[in-house]
T-cell receptor, first 118, second 111 residues
Framework: DTGVSQNPRHKITKRGQNVTFRCDPI?????LYWYRQTLGQGPEFLTY????????KSRLLSDRFSAERPKGSFSTLEIQRTEQGDSAMYLC????????????????FGEGSRLTVL | GQNIDQPTEMTATEGAIVQINCTYQ??????LFWYQQHAGEAPTFLSY????GLEEKGRFSSFLSRSKGYSYLLLKELQMKDSASYLC????????????FGTGTQLKVEL
């Protein structure tokens, strides 16, 4: 399977616990994105990487959230001291740098990691 | 920043045609995307417009007017499997391909 892979697919945790999600992008893609989506809403941008460099973080991303992409391949998103408001689907996507007639720079999404904070 | 508006819900009949509109405001437009998302699944890419006009891809077409900040997605010969959320997303200059999404339009196809 050469698509974007995320795990775990589901995570139920108690308020105050830490959780970590992993994303494996499409292998030749140099850009990786994290989004959060709640029911009935579109995905909200959280952060993105180009190779191992984190180039942008949304103001939505509180200090409890941290993302890494240490070798420019897979990425992790950690949420510390989870709150009930963190319950959402966390989506990872990857893309190639846009350019050329056939490359729109579209984002390819994984199936997501659903977080429920009790 | 961006403001992206699309209807929350639409209902259409199998075999019919439906048009889903999207309006946006952005300071450095660099492309508009439409994605389809079935419940509990990942968004999947449908279409991309960066120049004015119509892009056709099978039963799906997308139109863009940059001067009006307006796009629509046209679905023809609707099938039950087209029941899904349709997300309009805008890319700005300098954002590293980052997309900003609207809230999505939930389309229900009925018999």
């Amino acid at each position: 399977d050469t698509g974007v892979s995320q795990n775990p697919r589901h995570k139920i945790t108690k308020r105050g616990q830490n959780v970590t999600f992993r994303c494996d992008p499409i292998s030749e893609h140099n850009r990786l994105y994290w989004y959060r989506q709640t029911l009935g809403q579109g995905p909200e941008f959280l952060t993105y990487f180009q190779n191992e460099a984190q180039l942008e973080k949304s103001r939505l991303l509180s200090d409890r959230f941290s993302a890494e992409r240490p070798k420019g391949s897979f990425s992790t998103l950690e949420i510390q001291r989870t709150e009930q408001g963190d319950s959402a689907m966390y989506l990872c996507a990857s893309s190639q740098t846009s350019g050329g007639a056939e490359n729109t720079g579209e984002l390819f999404f994984g199936e997501g990691s659903r977080l429920t904070v009790l | 920043g961006q403001n992206i508006d699309q209807p929350t819900e639409m209902t259409a009949t199998e075999g019919a045609i439906v048009q889903i509109n999207c309006t946006y405001q952005t300071s450095g437009f660099n492309g508009l995307f439409w994605y389809q998302q079935h419940a509990g699944e990942a968004p999947t890419f449908l279409s991309y417009n960066v120049l004015d006009g119509l892009e056709e891809k099978g039963r799906f077409s997308s139109f863009l007017s940059r001067s009006k900040g307006y796009s629509y997605l046209l679905l023809k010969e609707l099938q039950m499997k087209d029941s899904a959320s349709y997300l309009c997303a805008v890319r700005e200059n300098g954002g590293g391909n980052k997309l900003t999404f609207g809230t999505g339009t939930q389309l229900k196809v009925e018999l």
